[in-house]
């Protein structure tokens, strides 16, 4: 480890990972699975409420008090925001950035395909996600730390497809420094 990394970094990645796990198995044991996906949808339903009351009234689900009423999956998407904003202001490794250097070294597009590209990408991770019945962070997150059986395949073919996508879509690899650029 170099003299900067020991002065930004006050954790090595491997305890890092350790207190996360543990801080998660915490988490699960105290309040149950982490589950996020419901969230979008109350946050969905809401907007709906506010832009077209007609059809949220009429709608079958967006009455049901499961899919109106925000809970701790909301907390936590709030906390991940909050806390990658505060680890990257006290790491000074704030930047805002449109597309990635892989991207750039890859692809002579514009910023918007690159934009297009990422939401697609999460869209289709969110539906092979629901076709396994819960969302990435249900399977992969807190499948594994309840030993869920669901988590294996989930995992093995969403790292497999992932690699292979990156491969596809990134076959030039930039250089990596320390800082994450």
Excluded at 106 to 121: D, K, M, Q, S
Excluded at 133 to 149: K, M, N, T, V, Y
């Amino acid at each position: 480890m170099n003299k900067l990394d020991t002065q930004t970094h006050p954790l090595p990645w491997w305890a890092a990972g350790i207190l996360l796990g543990l801080v998660q198995v915490l988490a699960i044991s105290l309040v149950g699975p982490l589950e996020v996906f419901n969230e979008f949808v109350v946050a969905d339903a809401k907007a709906l409420e506010q832009l077209a009351p007609e059809y949220a009234e009429s709608h079958p689900l967006i009455g049901d008090e499961e899919h109106t009423t925000f809970g701790y999956g909301w907390w936590f998407c709030i906390g991940i925001v909050i806390g990658a904003s505060l680890t990257a202001l006290h790491l000074r490794t704030w930047k805002v950035r449109t597309t990635a250097s892989w991207w750039r070294r890859n692809h002579n597009t514009p910023v918007g395909l690159r934009l297009i590209a990422g939401f697609a990408g999460g869209v289709l991770m969110l539906l092979g996600a629901g076709l396994a019945r819960g969302g990435a962070s249900e399977h992969f997150i807190s499948g594994w730390a309840q030993l869920s059986l669901s988590a294996v395949p989930f995992t093995i073919t969403m790292v497999g497809f992932g690699m292979l996508v990156a491969y596809l879509i990134y076959p030039k690899t930039p250089g990596i420094n320390s800082r994450g650029q």
